[in-house]
């Protein structure tokens, strides 16, 4: 009886394909936000004039912000989309905190035709460790 490669190497056949989609899964899911460090997004908002989205809850907020950011609690951003279509050409910059999981609002973004949104690395968190200003008016 002849066999053919596939058969004789069915375990390296199936690993070879787990590892592809292993590798593709990330492009494949890739549906909302890019992330971006601070100092791309400080690049952004400088040379681009990128709108700052913070949607963390308002006490986080106002505890301390970027300078003219807009909060928009993440509960409520897809309830608010109105408010957000005169950025829709801009990039977004989304900033939250850790347990926040800020996948969603790019997604909803993204979904609704908003066409640069990116998560900014670490969130508020990854803004203050860099040193960056905030506000708490």
């Known amino acids: 009886m002849e066999s053919t490669f596939l058969v004789d190497n069915m375990f390296f056949v199936i690993a070879a394909m787990l ?3 292993m ?3 990330p492009l494949i899911m890739r549906h ?5 460090d601070a100092q791309q997004a400080v690049r ?3 040379y681009e004039h990128a709108f700052v989205l913070d949607v963390r809850d308002d006490s986080d907020y106002a505890s301390g912000h970027l300078p003219d950011s807009k909060n ?5 951003v897809k309830e608010r ?3 957000l279509e005169k ?3 801009k990039p977004i910059i989304i900033i939250f905190t850790p347990n926040l999981r800020a996948a969603q609002t790019g997604a909803i973004l993204h979904k609704n035709g908003f066409e640069r949104v990116f998560n900014l690395s670490g969130g508020i968190d990854g803004w203050k ?3 960056l200003p905030l506000v708490t008016k």
């Not at 909302?32 to 971006?36: D, L």
């Not at 928009?72 to 409520?76: F, K, N």
């Open 44 to 46: 952004l908002i400088n």
């Open 32 to 36: 909302g936000a890019k992330e971006i």
């Open 87 to 89: 950025y829709k050409k």
């Open 19 to 21: 590892s592809g989609g």
């Open 72 to 76: 928009i609690p993440q509960a409520l």
């Open 81 to 83: 989309l109105d408010e």
């Open 129 to 131: 460790r860099e040193n």
């Open 23 to 25: 590798l593709l899964w």
